[in-house]
């Protein structure tokens, strides 16, 4: 049934984004300025991904299979599948109503009316499969059939949903939350590009912690965990509230003493070094809560993020950044302390990316930020894992961190209590009803 998961994936990406339309549709009523791009950005999502990819794969093998196993199927599918065939032309009629709106030749109110109606309508069909196809394709699917179905969402060389596809739809998500207004994206006046891939280099273990403890006077945060990393992969450490996640994080970086154990990195054993130097080594970490220099300016906080770095690299490097959040340049020369907070939390993961970490530490890195903008930050540690960079990445939002881990530790009250892949720990009962509310 990962095809069942994979749309739902799938389905709560759509759904933040017509959420955000329809907040922007409320901006737009109240007398703010139509944004073309945005729009186009959005449209282009959603004819791209959902009316090309995502519909079409439904059709052609689960809907097909279902109506072979059930004519009870057969109504809801029926009118799913009409309202699949009615979403380019759909499409086209907003696009047209859109260029009108830009033209003056629409009032404000028309088109906000428009947008919240084609938002409802793809709001009811993602509930419709939700609520009555997937229960039913559950009960009634055979293994054989799900053999079939799951094979087809896994295909990785599949030219519309393959990796190179689905790299091509973390770009256009990337470009509607550039674009998106401040109060609900990033606010930017143009878009950027995430880097290309690059093969990732999975080798040997870059991190090995043994045994590691941490105190807070006597009292003891970490009681003798033990993990690893390896080159290229991502790994998550989850837990609630007071688990010790940050307190090992800062134990790692050297910021908070190491009672016990031992660190190894690359080979090195840096129990004892000063938390500069291992930063010199390449472990760089992207701060819970942003923790961002306020009154420099946000060039100054990333060239201090690079201070460790040859100065003929760093231009380039932040180049590099700008073109992944242009907003970052566009505002370069303002006070950090005046971004809003997902800016910031972009700017803290490039200053980290300006020390060319051969580890990168994200600590917390959703944390209360808007839906559109939570999505945006793990498209971000897709695109940083394709391109091989290794990962560790401690989140409360457990279901986002494990989705997209290699692998991942389960951490309560300062002990590693459970392991295994991404989606093992998912699966894992235990898992779901502490972590995933399921």
Not at 264 to 283: H, N, P, V, W
Request: glycine share 8%.
């Amino acid at each position: 049934m990962e095809a069942l998961r994979i749309i739902s994936d799938e389905h709560r990406n759509l759904w933040r984004i017509l959420t955000t339309v329809n907040l922007v549709a409320d901006e737009i009523e109240a007398g703010s300025k139509i944004d073309g791009n945005f729009f186009s950005s959005v449209f282009d999502y959603i004819e791209q991904f959902i009316d090309r990819s995502h519909h079409p794969k439904e059709d052609d093998f689960l809907f097909r299979i279902l109506r072979t196993r059930s004519t009870d199927a057969t109504a809801i599918l029926d009118r799913l599948q009409v309202e699949h065939r009615n979403g380019p032309e759909n499409l086209r009629h907003l696009r047209e109503q859109l260029k009108s709106a830009v033209d003056g030749d629409l009032d404000n109110t028309a088109f906000a009316a428009a947008l919240r109606i084609f938002s409802h309508g793809l709001k009811n069909h993602i509930e419709a499969e939700e609520k009555e196809v997937f229960p039913l394709a559950r009960e009634i699917l055979t293994a054989a059939d799900w053999a079939e179905i799951d094979g087809a969402f896994r295909n990785s060389e599949d030219p519309f949903f393959g990796e190179n596809a689905k790299a091509e739809f973390r770009e256009l998500f990337h470009r509607i939350v550039s674009l998106a207004p401040e109060s609900i994206g990033l606010g930017a006046q143009s878009a950027g590009r995430l880097q290309p891939n690059a093969a990732p280099d999975k080798m040997d273990v870059v991190l090995r912690v043994s045994g590691m403890e941490s105190c807070y006077g006597r009292i003891k945060a970490l009681k003798g965990i033990s993990l690893e990393v390896r080159r290229g992969e991502t790994v998550a450490l989850v837990g609630a509230n007071g688990a010790g996640k940050t307190t090992f994080l800062r134990t790692l970086s050297g910021v908070q003493p190491l009672s016990a154990g031992s660190i190894q990195f690359c080979g090195e054993d840096i129990s004892k070094l000063r938390a500069d130097m291992r930063m010199r080594r390449g472990i760089c970490q992207s701060p819970e809560g942003r923790q961002v220099f306020g009154p420099l300016s946000i060039e100054d906080n990333l060239r201090l993020g690079a201070y460790t770095q040859p100065k003929n690299q760093v231009e380039g490097d932040l180049e590099m950044v700008f073109s992944m959040f242009p907003i970052l340049k566009e505002k370069r020369k303002l006070p950090a302390g005046t971004l809003s907070g997902g800016q910031q939390q972009m700017l803290a993961i490039s200053r980290a990316l300006m020390g060319r970490p051969k580890m990168l530490l994200l600590d917390e890195p959703s944390m209360g930020l808007a839906p559109l903008l939570v999505e945006e930050v793990f498209n971000v540690v897709k695109t940083l894992k394709a391109q091989g960079m290794t990962i560790f990445l401690v989140e409360q939002n457990a279901f986002a961190a494990l989705a997209i881990a290699d692998r991942g530790y389960v951490l309560e009250t300062g002990t590693i209590t459970l392991t295994g892949t991404g989606q093992e720990l998912i699966s894992n009962e235990q898992v779901r009803a502490a972590y995933l509310g399921m």
